[in-house]
């Protein structure tokens, strides 16, 4: 679609960025590690005190790499649904998938105080969590998926979401009305999201979830190209919509529903980073969008939770916080700079 | 030439055009017999609301006939896989279109879309049809221009430039004229009658500038409440098909001028 344009100089830059980001992510927290150590320990070398080197394998490098999933993962999904929603301010909150999450663990953390026992057990571990929004993100995606089928306007679709997310809210603040102090804690704790709670077998089935949804999108790659005309041009150029259609939401389902199973609702980088990324690329080309979009997705979540550590300090601050903090304000710079945005 | 030589490019037999809900019929318009050859210009006009629109949802597979059969080069429109028919068939839209993000370059260049690989890249003979295409509308000198920054008129010939990039033997618009100014009207009239001339292809267009299309088409199809007529433009103003298109009580169609004027 864009002939004759390389863009293989910015690839490499912010390959390189994303590389010191890595490095500095893993370095600072609230021990800071030299960054030759970081690298000696990472690439399997000596090290100057042993305690770094388990600290690094054991919860900094798990959480960067977390961090990765996450920021390229959201990015990439919020990528697909503007497309497809031929919405700027599309994302996977829009479609109520974070939403679907959210209402599941909400149900379970503030539901579980009624349920005595060894379910009540299971179901306040971690596993219970992952298992209670996987869920709610599939059943919120299996009833978008039906209403798709049914309704041809994209537009009702995106309004279903949004009204999936305004059910959840008010069932959690009836539950939460009702909750225990102590669950309902629980609750808003899952809510400010966290990268570090991973261990390396979460880590596992986390990144082949997401691997499996980014291929998915690149098998999209030229069904999104031919609905950047909209629906009627797409159907004209021979796109089977409702294959596409179906195969854009599984992909966005997968990545955004193991997002917010395994590191909660994290806000904002799904609609800013692919804004960002048009802003460096200047293209709609698919094929540059989405490795791009996985790069700056990357970067931007290693940079947040980098903030999030306050380097020196013992307390980690809400990623979901600074996601906002940073990610809002680049939304209203891009309306404010570009008058509208365009996708 | 002679055009009964030529070849036919889309013919229909007793078309009935219309909705379909569960048991009641609405037909629009019933026993359509077209045949449109290769490199003509067609036009199609008549008033608000009489199915021009359904007409072409129906030619462009869209939506289902009533009744009858179309052919495209003596094949089945039924028969036609979707990426087939895209070979065929191409459109322009009164629709805006998607994304006004994307370059001229990049909007024609997604012409080439049925016939390129699974990430859509584009071969040195899609390049070559695609600069073509531009070539053909006059539009070199936008390839770097975002959509957002053309005006109406420069948009119509790049979406025209897209359907000729798609290199169809077919191309249906759905009212290309409309938001444009007289001078741009008559501009995106001669640039199809150019194109169905140099092209070969056969071009079928909706419009209400009926004045223009009899100046310039080789063939209309009117669409009138008692039903539908079809020929060349001198022999539907003898038939005086135009002047039964609207009520006369407010214009009347000059068969002299071609143009319709209002009554005093």
Redesign the interface.
């Known amino acids: 679609m864009t002939p004759n344009k390389s863009y293989r100089l910015v690839f490499i830059a912010i390959s390189i960025l994303l590389l010191v980001c890595f490095i500095a992510n893993i370095s600072s927290g609230s021990v800071l590690i030299p960054w030759l150590d970081t690298l000696s320990s990472l690439v399997g070398g000596s090290v100057e005190k042993e305690s770094w080197k388990s600290i690094i394998i054991e919860y900094r490098l798990p959480k960067a790499i977390t961090a990765i999933i996450v920021g390229s993962g959201l990015g990439v999904s919020g990528l697909l649904m503007q497309t497809l929603f031929r919405n700027p301010l599309a994302g996977p909150f829009v479609l109520g998938i974070s939403s679907g999450a959210s209402l599941g663990v909400a149900l379970l953390i503030l539901g579980s105080s009624f349920v005595t026992g060894s379910t009540a057990v299971f179901l306040v571990s971690n596993w219970g969590l992952v298992a209670a929004s996987s869920l709610g993100s599939i059943v919120v995606l299996i009833l978008v998926m039906i209403v798709s089928s049914h309704v041809r306007d994209t537009m009702a679709i995106l309004i279903i979401g949004l009204m999936f997310g305004s059910i959840t809210a008010a069932i959690v603040s009836v539950l939460s009305y009702f909750a225990p102090a102590e669950q309902l804690q629980r609750y808003v704790f899952w809510g400010f999201g966290s990268l570090g709670n991973l261990t390396w077998s979460d880590i596992l089935i986390f990144s082949a979830i997401a691997i499996a949804g980014m291929l998915l999108a690149l098998i999209a790659i030229k069904s999104l190209n031919t609905l950047l005309l909209g629906e009627n041009y797409a159907r004209s150029l021979g796109l089977h919509l409702k294959k596409s259609r179906f195969l854009i939401i599984i992909a966005t389902g997968l990545l955004a529903g193991s997002i917010t199973a395994f590191a909660g609702p994290i806000a904002f980088i799904g609609i800013a980073v692919p804004h960002l990324t048009r802003q460096l690329f200047h293209t709609s080309d698919h094929k540059i969008l989405i490795p791009a979009v996985i790069l700056l997705g990357s970067i931007i979540m290693l940079i947040c939770d980098t903030i999030a550590q306050l380097p020196g300090v013992e307390y980690t601050l809400p990623i979901n916080a600074i996601t906002s903090l940073i990610g809002a304000p680049v939304v209203i710079w891009l309306l404010v700079r570009k008058r509208k945005m365009l996708f | 030439m002679n055009p009964e030589n030529q070849n036919i490019v889309l013919r229909t037999e007793d078309l009935s055009i219309g909705y379909r809900h569960k048991n009641n019929l609405k037909v629009v318009s019933a026993d359509i017999n077209l045949k449109l050859y290769e490199g003509e210009l067609i036009g199609l006009v008549g008033a608000n609301g009489i199915g021009k629109s359904t007409l072409l949802r129906t030619l462009?597979k869209?939506q289902p006939p009533l009744r009858g059969t179309i052919y495209f080069n003596d094949k089945e429109i039924k028969t036609f896989?979707?990426?087939?028919?895209?070979?065929q068939?191409?459109?322009v839209?009164t629709?805006?279109?998607?994304?006004?993000?994307?370059?001229v370059?990049?909007?024609v260049?997604?012409?080439r879309?049925?016939y390129?690989n699974?990430?859509?890249k584009?071969t040195e003979e899609d390049?070559e049809k695609i600069r073509k295409a531009i070539e053909v509308t006059h539009v070199t000198e936008l390839v770097k221009k975002r959509c957002?920054e053309l005006s109406d008129g420069q948009l119509q010939k790049v979406l025209i430039a897209r359907a000729i990039a798609?290199d169809t033997p077919f191309i249906m618009l759905d009212e290309p004229t409309t938001h444009l100014d007289v001078y741009h009207k008559a501009y995106i009239l001669k640039l199809l009658k150019r194109l169905a001339f140099e092209t070969k292809k056969t071009i079928l267009f909706s419009t209400h500038e009926i004045d223009f299309a009899i100046q310039l088409c080789d063939k209309m199809i009117v669409m009138n409440t008692e039903g539908f007529e079809f020929g060349r433009p001198k022999e539907l103003i003898q038939c005086r098909a135009f002047s039964s298109l609207f009520p006369e009580d407010l214009i009347l169609f000059d068969p002299k001028t071609g143009s319709y004027k209002v009554r005093n």
């Open positions: 462009s869209v896989a979707s990426s087939e028919l895209a070979s068939l191409s459109i839209l629709e805006q279109i998607a994304s006004k993000n994307l370059t370059q990049e909007l260049a997604l012409g879309q049925p390129t699974w990430v859509g584009l390049k957002y798609q």
